[in-house]
């Protein structure tokens, strides 16, 4: 079993930044792929980031492409989300999840763990 926890989320102006974390529990970390999810109300859940075990090969949303940056710490079992340039529709809840292997996806059925969520909500 893996254990996800988001952090870092809150309320931000438009045009602004925030960095969220992803702290996962177990010894495997390093051969797992991990994501970024975020579902706003009314909405699906829907891709924004990936990147693979690794950490070399890294995949985008285009809504997010050149404005959020995904890396990983494999030796602090810990993924982040660098979003900047926020916009009022990044407002939603942001979700970590794991694969069961190394390679990214940008499908939500490809991730096996998934954190509980935090908040991200950009004012205009």
């Known amino acids: 079993q893996v254990q996800l926890v988001e952090s870092g989320g809150g309320l931000v102006q438009a045009g602004g930044s925030l960095v969220l974390s992803c702290a996962a529990s177990g010894r495997t970390f390093s051969s797992r792929a991990m994501g970024w999810f975020r579902q706003a109300p009314g909405k699906e859940r829907e891709f924004v980031a990936a990147?693979?075990?690794?950490?070399?090969?890294?995949y985008y949303a285009d809504s997010v492409k050149g404005r959020f940056t995904i890396s990983r710490d494999n030796a602090k079992n810990t993924v982040y989300l660098q979003m900047g340039s926020l916009k009022p529709e990044d407002t939603a809840v942001y979700y970590c999840?794991?694969?069961?292997?190394?390679?990214?996806?940008?499908?939500?059925?490809?991730?096996?763990?998934w954190g509980q969520g935090t908040q991200v909500t950009v004012s205009s």
């Open positions: 999840a794991a694969r069961t292997i190394g390679y990214g996806s940008r499908r939500n059925d490809d991730y096996n763990y």
């Open positions: 990147v693979s075990g690794s950490g070399i090969r890294t």
